[in-house]
């Protein structure tokens, strides 16, 4: 099977190329469109800014091949965002596979202090419903973002901070999870094991 | 434990903070490490070798530790590749997030320890000296895996002042304005030793904890003073702390993370389990 993962300007992906080896799953890492087109299977990883993301993607073309990968692509963090229609995060338009809008976490006076933003560490996700969480029934996974997708047509699981949102979406082979799964312990490893797979 | 009172309003604020987040309170087993091995006593069995902070690490993960410390204390010039590798290590086995620090002064220094698989770094004695640092290391890394490590003491005037240098050089500069300073610089969370309470097992501080905690819009990893199930039950909540962190109750297994979180579980604390 051949793995590729989407190297491009948003953030390291040492810890997704680890985490895929403990599964015994060797990736490749490129920015080629024909790699990335006949690949098996699509990680479209991410942690950084949205619109330079997106800046990067469409001068190497890399949003249209995305886009039409028929393969199962999985995004992960703002990987997961940028695939959704458009992101709050410096007004950015992005790749339009999920029209579930990407919003800023806000709080207000009911929120006691002590609520912070950006979401930093361990949630729980639930109302799971996807093959990509066979086995895992409301599981912790670990999560750092500022900016959420809400809940939708296309949400397989939800997530409460602030307000509930999505913490994970699908359409046809397209899934996204705002969690790190490469980061999410067991629980994590087998939603990547289950992503692997998918046919 | 406060008055009854003070007791019942925090009780009463900490539900209100879950009430609309799952997001759980992290429990962080930190580990000292000298020249790529885990230094400070410890006390394992079913670990093959007790002095490799991987496998150590590896232990702790398994165990429900929701994040891992790495704290470098070599003094050597042959420092940065040792750790290099070591992080390299860690990241290939650990499948939980994990800081390193110790000794890290510019933004080349990150870079490697992040190519390395390293998730957040920490930063002390350098940020205060060259506060820009926080900038550069947020610009090009992002807030999320820069940690201010703030030594504390409180003073016979009340306050509490930021030390250097593992403790031994005394600033003038109070702990709450550093702190404010750094977030508005990049800092993605606050790491805050009490030197008061750090190795007493008395139980961490909690006025300095929650008066950051409730006042900067970041995450407070409390460190320092853990001895017991209450005290970290305390800084949750009359502590408002986000995480705690602790070494030797681990090492020494006078607590056992399963317990301690069950534990606090069972009084209403969001854990994972």
């Known amino acids: 099977m051949k ?12 810890s997704v190329l680890f985490a895929l080896e403990r599964l015994n799953i060797r990736a490749i890492v490129t920015d080629d469109t024909n790699e990335i087109s006949t690949a098996d299977k699509v990680i479209f990883p991410g942690v950084g800014e949205a619109s330079t993301a997106m800046q990067y993607l469409r001068e190497r073309k890399l949003d249209q091949v995305i886009t039409a990968l028929k393969q199962p692509v999985l995004g992960v963090c703002l990987g997961m965002q940028l695939m959704c229609a458009h992101s709050e995060e410096n007004d950015t338009n992005c790749l339009n596979i999920f029209d579930e809008p990407v919003r800023r976490f806000h709080l207000n006076k009911t929120h006691s202090a ?3 933003i950006p979401q930093i560490g361990w949630n729980k996700i639930y109302n799971v419903q996807s093959p990509l969480f066979e086995g895992v029934d409301q599981g912790y996974c670990y999560f750092v973002h500022s900016y959420y997708a809400s809940l939708g047509e296309h949400t397989i699981a939800t997530t409460d901070y602030i307000q509930p949102y999505s913490s994970a979406l699908h359409k046809d082979n397209f899934y996204g999870v705002q969690f790190h799964p490469e980061k999410s312990a067991e629980t994590g490893a087998r939603i990547l094991e289950n992503f692997i797979n998918l046919v | 434990m406060m008055d009854p009172v003070g007791d019942i309003t925090i009780r009463e604020e900490l539900e209100a903070s879950q009430l609309h987040s799952g997001l759980c309170k992290r429990i962080v087993p930190c580990l000292d490490i000298k020249d790529g091995r885990t230094v400070k006593g410890i006390n394992f069995e079913n670990i093959r070798d007790a002095g490799d902070p991987v496998e150590l690490g590896a232990l702790y993960a398994q165990q429900g530790a929701d994040e891992l410390v790495f704290l470098d204390i070599t003094a050597t010039v042959e420092k940065r590749k040792t750790l290099s590798e070591l992080v390299n290590r ?8 994990f800081t390193v620090g110790g000794g890290i002064s510019s933004v080349e220094d990150v870079s490697v320890l992040l190519q390395n698989g390293a998730d957040k770094i920490s930063v002390n004695t350098a940020a205060f000296r060259n506060p820009q640092l926080l900038n550069d290391l947020a610009r090009s890394f992002g807030s999320q895996c820069v940690v201010l490590a703030i030594d504390t003491k409180k003073e016979e005037d009340g306050h509490w ?5 593992g403790g031994r050089v005394k600033t003038e500069t109070l702990c709450t304005d550093w702190a404010r300073e750094a977030v508005e610089r990049g800092a993605g969370e606050i790491l805050l030793t009490s030197m008061n309470n750090d190795g007493t097992k008395k139980g961490f501080a909690l006025d300095i904890t929650r008066e950051l905690s409730t006042t900067l819009p970041v995450p407070v990893i409390a460190s320092g003073g853990g001895g017991t199930m209450d005290h970290f039950m305390d800084v949750f909540t009359e502590g408002s702390a986000d995480a705690a962190l602790a070494a030797s ?3 020494f297994k006078e607590i056992t993370i399963p317990d301690l979180k069950g534990y606090l579980h069972q009084r209403g604390i969001n854990v994972r389990l």
């Open chain 1, 3 to 14: 793995l590729a993962i989407v190297k491009y300007n948003a953030g390291n992906i040492q």
């Open chain 1, 114 to 116: 002590g609520v912070k």
């Open chain 2, 90 to 97: 860690i990241a290939h086995k650990i499948n939980i997030p």
């Open chain 2, 161 to 165: 002042y930021v030390y250097l240098n």
């Open chain 2, 249 to 251: 109750i681990f090492h």
